[in-house]
């Protein structure tokens, strides 16, 4: 069973940096991806960032050249470092795990997820 814990959330102000962290256990899988999401009230989850298994980084395009997915194997944790945030970057992200091959930015083809922590940007 998968588990995944984020941390690292917080309150800043526009233009500032937050480094969200995943901890993942029961990584049992030979080939998974891993990525972020999030979800601000009223609208749906989106993806924003994941690893796919080929080690290649994709973002969305509303998060690109701002965020950095990495991950550290040693340590099983996954990162989001978040700079440059805008109001419009407020919401509770989400760090999801997929047993697949390959990558992906929606949300349909990951099977665990973590309990959320909120980031919350003032202007």
């Known amino acids: 069973q998968v588990q995944l814990v984020e941390s690292g959330g917080g309150s800043v102000q526009a233009g500032g940096s937050l480094r969200l962290s995943c901890a993942a256990s029961?990584?049992?899988?030979?080939?998974?991806?891993m990525g972020w999401f999030r979800q601000a009230p009223g609208k749906e989850r989106e993806g924003v960032a994941v690893?796919?298994?080929?080690?290649?980084?994709r973002y969305a395009d509303s998060v690109k050249g701002r965020f950095t997915i990495s991950q550290d194997n040693v340590k099983n944790t996954l990162y989001l470092q978040m700079n440059s945030l805008k109001p419009e970057d407020t919401a509770m992200y989400y760090c999801?795990?997929?047993?697949?091959?390959?990558?992906?930015?929606?949300?349909?083809?990951?099977?665990?997820w973590g309990q959320g922590t909120q980031v919350t940007v003032s202007s």
């Open positions: 690893i796919g298994t080929d080690g290649i980084t």
């Open positions: 029961g990584l049992t899988y030979s080939d998974y991806f």
């Open positions: 999801a795990f997929s047993n697949r091959r390959g990558w992906s930015l929606n949300r349909y083809f990951y099977n665990y």
